[in-house]
C-alpha cells in the first residue's frame, strides 16, 4: 500500500488578501520545502478514484453562507489565512498547509453554507492549538480515522464545474462499489485544492466523499 504524508509543491506561492483595506501581497518561497498535509494510506486504487485511509487530524473551519462556491470559498479562506499569520489569542505566525478544503454542508432558500477548513499540523494539536481571534468567527473541526474516496482533477475548481466532478465521483464509485456492503455518503462531498491561484498549469485539485465498509482494509465501518 502506498502511503503518502506530504504534498510537495514546487512552485513559488503567491497569495494576495486586503487586511483592513491594505492591500497585502505574501510571496512565500517553496522550491525546496514541503508543505504539510494529512496523512493518509491509499487502501484501494482504481482509474477513476482511490480509496485512502485517513488518521485523526484537526482542521481550523469557517462557515460561510452564500451563492458561490469561488466566492464562498475566498471569504473563508480570507479569515483562515489571517488566523494562521497572527489573528490568534497566542499571536502564532503558523506555517500554511494543504489543502484547502470546501463543503458544501446544508441547502437553503439563501444558497448554501459552506465550510472552508484549513488542516492544522501535528504540533497543534490537543492543547497547542491557538485559539482564533473571536471576530474571525473560526471553529476547530476534530476528525476521527476514517475512509475518503478521492478522484483528482485538474485546472480551475469552479462554480461550472465542481458539481459535475462530485456526481463523476458517485457514477464511479457506484460503478466499482457495487451492493450495500461499502455505503457511500455522498452528502459529505467536498473539494480540496492544493495550488495558488495564480498557477495555471499542473493544478491538483479532488473531490473527497467519506465511504465506509472497507473493514479488510482498516476503514471504520
Not at 164 to 179: A, F, W
Request: proline share 3%; with cysteine; charged share 15%.
Amino acid at each position: 500500500m502506498e502511503t503518502m504524508t506530504f504534498y510537495k509543491l514546487l512552485n513559488l506561492l503567491m497569495t494576495t488578501f486586503c487586511l483592513g483595506g491594505i492591500g497585502i501581497t505574501m510571496n512565500l518561497v517553496l522550491s525546496v520545502h514541503a508543505i504539510e498535509s494529512p496523512q493518509y494510506t491509499v487502501v484501494r486504487s482504481e482509474s477513476e478514484f482511490e480509496i485512502r485511509l485517513y488518521k485523526e487530524s484537526s482542521w481550523m473551519s469557517a462557515l460561510v453562507q452564500g451563492t458561490s462556491f469561488q466566492k464562498s470559498t475566498k471569504d473563508g479562506f480570507h479569515r483562515l489565512y489571517q488566523y494562521m499569520h497572527g489573528a490568534n489569542l497566542n499571536s502564532y505566525h503558523m506555517a500554511i498547509t494543504a489543502p484547502v478544503l470546501t463543503s458544501i454542508i446544508s441547502s437553503s432558500s439563501q444558497g448554501y453554507n459552506y465550510s472552508i477548513k484549513i488542516y492544522l499540523s501535528v504540533k497543534y494539536r490537543g492543547n497547542n492549538t491557538p485559539q482564533p481571534n473571536t471576530e474571525l468567527n473560526l471553529q476547530l473541526d476534530k476528525w476521527r480515522t476514517h475512509c475518503i474516496a478521492v478522484r483528482k482533477f485538474t485546472g480551475f475548481a469552479k462554480d461550472d464545474n465542481v458539481n459535475e466532478e462530485i456526481e463523476t465521483l458517485i457514477s464511479s464509485l457506484n460503478k466499482h462499489l457495487p451492493g450495500k456492503s461499502v455505503i457511500i455518503d455522498d452528502k459529505s462531498s467536498s473539494i480540496a485544492q492544493y495550488n495558488a491561484s495564480f498557477r495555471i498549469s499542473g493544478r491538483l485539485n479532488e473531490v473527497w466523499m467519506n465511504v465506509s465498509g472497507f473493514t479488510a482494509e482498516g476503514c471504520p465501518s
